[in-house]
């Protein structure tokens, strides 16, 4: 049993990171700009597209990921220099359309470039699993993804708390009028941090691509998950998108596994067997509500 | 557009063909029309268009014909949306006053539009899906399942696992109908015991939680109903997790045919699955079935294009049968339901709730001999003569 436990919080750790990564950038644009950027998503999908177009140009797996980071990141900030700057002044709504509309033109535009999708393998030398335990294989890839996960973490961390851009990011997040009477250069900031947020996803977008499928629409699901991280963790801190991920991580590996399991201990096999999957997948949003019930504006808020 | 262009083509060569042969005999139709409506894009095409193509290459080798007379047939696509299918068949039967529907692969898609053809009296020929729904209660004299019965893959599977010995499974399925009775299925002819059940999210593509649930349940047996791209990033997850070096992976034959075979790759060596066709049996027409195809399609036939191309020729062995008297709709049920053709499946009859009775075959992924895989058939069926569970609830008979 304790085995089964190690092996589904690594996966709900594996799971939670690639979220954090998703949400980091999400969450940042939320917090310091005020902006509903739905069109987060679709930066996750042309990362991983453009990601599997350069692993089947050049077979390296590393040079992908370095460009999807690079072509995504320059990509973010075109988008946001030229387009969602304009966005800013405007109501929530209006931003929620815009980026909507956006969704639907990337994804086309996507289609018309790359195709409904692209394949995208693991390195053949990640391919098998790793004795970790006597009992425990654990796919070598995953491990992998962990690794990177943990370091993105930790360097996004000392970027925002150590650093100079850090500071005006985090001036930015809890005090926007504030911190432009002090001389920020407000501008330059969200488009630094617009493309930083989307470099951020193309690499969950390449990590994930061969545990998920790299395909058009690929960045919807996750979106909605992204959005229930930054909620959880309280909109514009780092902090509480990386404790908000790792939460629906693990919620959401254990939900879908130990509900059923539960279910079956006390109901009849039918009940439990429609009972349980259904229950799991409501499990992150009950958990949701439950935060938003106790702390509304989340585990770590940013604004005091 | 493809299927826009190989209409259009058709099209005109058949009228090119029907004036060529001038006036036909006046009791008979002059020609065959065939509404298919299928799922041609999106990320499910896959299967329809193999539907679609083997269908077309069956007309193709005979001449653009089914059973004597010239045939027309109109393909479009149905967007994997049921109320577009609806709509679709609508136009067939209503406008263009087709003979025959046929093509949908998807059972939902399937049952919302299928009123429109049953309600005009015009056949519905199934090349793929076949729900037990219309097996038992609903079963209907214009309605034939060509391919399989939805259950039988997974009875096949089970009495596998059972013949090998096994003592204990694991099953997994989306949280759906099919996925429901694809296990129940798979559980009517097991006699080991099931030490776990798991139903999936559908359209769910990561299953780490799952496999680390299987690890710790040490089943000697897994069998997973994932259809599409779920099957193939399950069977990627199952090898990289280590799990195949202690666990059986039995797979339905849709779920380890050619088209899971390309993106999965090796990683499918050795894997058992079951099935009604393989692309190695011997029988003459089979044999010509997948050198044709391969020749003008350049891939290996998936089960999906051998259920298209048998589509075909049932047609055309009614519309012989009948001498192309297509008004006569009693003659043409009679003659369908006769199904005198040499199928690419080898044997089978259709029962009296026209669902199959045919053979079933344990399949195992091999070397090609030219560095690539393919499934290669057991000789000995592993349910033979099989039906279906439901044909008792059938009022037809």
């Known amino acids: 049993m304790s085995v089964l436990a190690l092996e589904q919080a690594l996966n709900g750790l594996q799971f939670g990171l690639m979220l954090f990564l998703l949400a980091a950038g999400l969450t940042l644009v939320f917090g310091v700009m005020d902006m509903i950027n739905l069109a987060h998503g679709s930066l996750y999908m042309v990362g991983a597209f453009i990601g599997a177009w350069i692993v089947g140009l050049t077979g390296s797996f590393l040079l992908g990921i370095v460009g999807a980071v690079l072509g995504t990141a320059a990509f973010g900030m075109a988008l946001e220099s030229s387009l969602l700057r304009s966005l800013y002044a405007r109501d929530h709504l209006s931003q929620v359309l815009a980026t909507f509309a956006l969704i639907l033109i990337l994804n086309d535009g996507t289609r018309m470039l790359f195709g409904n999708d692209l394949p995208l393998s693991a390195p053949a030398a990640l391919d098998g699993p790793v004795e970790l335990l006597p009992g425990l294989s654990y796919p070598a890839y995953r491990l992998v993804i962990i690794g990177a996960g943990l370091v993105l973490a930790l360097s996004l961390y000392l ?146 | 557009m493809p299927s826009r262009l190989c209409r259009s083509t058709l099209a005109s060569a058949f009228v090119a063909f029907g004036l060529a042969i001038g006036v036909l005999p006046a009791h008979a139709a002059d020609k065959v029309k065939v509404g298919f409506v299928s799922t041609l894009s999106g990320p499910s095409a896959a299967l329809g268009v193999d539907i679609r193509d083997a269908f077309l290459l069956a007309v193709k080798l005979n001449g653009g014909k089914l059973g004597g007379l010239p045939a027309e047939v109109i393909v479009s696509d149905d967007q994997f949306k049921p109320d577009v299918a609806k709509g679709l068949f609508e136009k067939n039967i209503k406008r263009d006053k087709v003979d025959f529907m046929t093509g949908v692969v998807f059972s939902n898609i399937m049952l919302a539009a299928l009123p429109e053809a049953l309600d005009a009296k015009t056949f519905y020929l199934s090349p793929n899906a076949a729900p037990s729904s219309m097996a038992g209660k609903d079963c209907n004299p214009d309605f034939f399942a060509v391919a399989w019965p939805n259950d039988a893959y997974h009875e096949a599977a089970g009495q596998f696992a059972t013949q090998r010995g096994m003592k204990s499974v694991y099953l997994i399925a989306p949280n759906y109908q099919a996925g429901k009775d694809s296990l129940s299925g798979f559980k009517r002819t097991f006699k080991g015991q099931v030490v776990g059940e798991n139903y999936t999210k559908l359209g769910q593509l990561d299953y780490a939680a799952e496999l680390a649930e299987v690890r710790a349940a040490k089943p000697q047996v897994l069998y997973v109903f994932l259809p599409g791209g779920m099957g193939i990033n399950f069977i990627k997850q199952f090898v990289g997790a280590g799990l195949g070096k202690d666990i059986t992976l039995l797979l339905p034959g849709f779920s380890a045919d050619q088209d899971v075979i390309g993106p999965v790759g090796g990683a499918m060596s050795g894997l058992f699955n079951t099935a009604h066709w393989s692309p190695d049996f011997s029988n003459a027409a089979n044999q010509k079935f997948v050198a044709e195809f391969r020749k003008e399609y350049n891939r290996t036939p998936t089960l999906y294009a051998s259920q298209g191309y048998d589509t075909a020729r049932l047609i055309d062995a009614a519309v012989r049968d009948v001498k192309g008297k297509l008004e006569d709709h009693e003659a043409v049920r009679k003659a369908l339901k006769a199904a005198k053709f040499e199928s690419v499946r080898g044997p089978f009859r259709f029962n009296t709730n026209q669902y199959p009775i045919q053979n079933y075959y344990v399949r195992t992924v091999g070397s090609d001999g030219k560095g690539g895989l393919i499934n290669k058939s057991f000789s000995e069926p592993i349910l033979k003569d099989h039906g279906d569970a439901y044909v008792q609830a059938c009022a037809m008979k």
Do not use: H, W
């Not at chain 1, 509900?259 to 009940?271: D, G, S, V």
């Open chain 1, 159 to 304: 970027l925002v708390v150590k650093t100079r851009m850090g500071a005006l990011v985090r001036a930015g997040a809890s005090n926007r009028e504030m911190a432009t009477a002090m001389g920020v250069d407000i501008k330059r900031l969200f488009t630094v941090v617009f493309g930083i947020g989307a470099g951020l996803c193309a690499v969950a977008g390449v990590l994930m691509g061969p545990l998920l499928a790299v395909q058009v629409g690929m960045g919807e699901n996750i979106l909605i998950l992204a959005f229930v991280v930054i909620v959880i963790g309280g909109i514009g801190s780092i902090r509480g998108a990386l404790v908000g991920a790792l939460l629906v991580g693990v919620v959401d590996t254990f939900g879908r596994t130990v509900m059923q399991a539960l279910f079956r201990e006390f109901l009849p096999p039918q009940m439990a067997s429609a009972a349980g999957p259904a229950l799991a997948s409501v499990a992150i949003y009950v958990f949701m509500a439950a935060v938003l019930a106790i702390r509304p504006q989340g585990l770590f808020p940013a604004r005091g």
